[in-house]
């Protein structure tokens, strides 16, 4: 599975951004896909979560109502919208993709945050004051 993530870059705080993570190298319709941010120091974290096959997803608390996920399967991407931007939210955000024995919303029900076997290489996003 091959994951590329776009769409990040600077934003003044208030603003919105929707980055996106292609996916190729797997049945799209049967994956999930999580969100994840790191800042510098910090353990990464999980914050959205989508099952493509039924479009279950799942947030943290720390983001729930400001970041949507969706997924677009002519496309085979995965979206995450963030609304809202808050300087805190200043982070690299990966996608990350589980082993092919957790499909579907198996994967954001049980095992997201926790794992993810597949990253792609980040994309920064900075919020400015």
């Known amino acids: 599975v091959q994951l590329v993530e776009s769409g990040g870059g600077l934003v003044q705080a208030g603003g919105s951004l929707r980055l996106s993570c292609a996916v190729s190298g797997d049945n799209f319709e049967e994956y999930a896909i999580g969100w994840f941010r790191q800042v510098p120091g910090k353990r990464r974290e999980g914050i959205a979560c989508i099952s493509n096959s039924d479009g279950t997803t799942r947030y943290s608390d720390s983001v729930k109502g400001r970041f949507t996920v969706s997924s677009d399967s002519d496309k085979s991407t995965v979206y995450l919208e963030i609304h809202a931007l808050k300087i805190e939210d200043t982070a690299v955000y990966y996608c990350?993709?589980?082993?092919?024995?957790?499909?579907?919303?198996?994967?954001?029900?049980?095992?997201?945050?926790?794992?993810?076997?597949?990253w792609g290489q980040g994309t920064q996003v900075t919020v400015s004051s």
């Open positions: 990350g993709g589980p082993r092919s024995s957790y499909r579907g919303p198996y994967y954001c029900q049980m095992i997201w945050p926790d794992e993810a076997d597949h």
